[in-house]
């Protein structure tokens, strides 16, 4: 089955970055569009960042201009490059390619 494996979540100060990086199996990265999204405590989940076979990068308002989303092809591996993070910005991250979910990482940007 595919597999999307997210990691490097964890506890930040506001203003201060923080990388996640989400693995792949089963399939490339490479082939096909991949996201970011986040889900808040007591909020939707909502999308953050995603990019396309071709590099095409795009960001949800929130975060664009803080927020970087690239990808390593040979290792099969998508990341998401968070900085100037603000308190808004808690929340579960998901790893996401059509119809396939990650399990989340929790970011957590508070003093």
């Known amino acids: 089955q595919v597999q999307l494996v997210e990691s490097g979540g964890g506890l930040v100060q506001p203003g201060g970055s923080l990388r996640l990086s989400c693995a792949a199996s089963?399939?490339?990265?490479?082939?096909?569009?991949m996201a970011w999204h986040r889900q808040a405590p007591g909020k939707q989940r909502e999308w953050v960042a995603s990019?396309?076979?071709?590099?095409?990068?795009n960001y949800a308002d929130s975060v664009k201009g803080r927020f970087t989303i690239s990808r390593d092809d040979a290792k099969n591996t998508v990341y998401l490059q968070m900085t100037s993070l603000k308190p808004e910005d808690t929340a579960v991250y998901y790893c996401?390619?059509?119809?396939?979910w990650g399990q989340g990482t929790q970011v957590t940007v508070s003093s």
């Open positions: 996401f390619k059509n119809g396939f």
């Open positions: 089963r399939i490339m990265v490479s082939a096909y569009t």
């Open positions: 990019i396309t076979p071709g590099g095409d990068r």
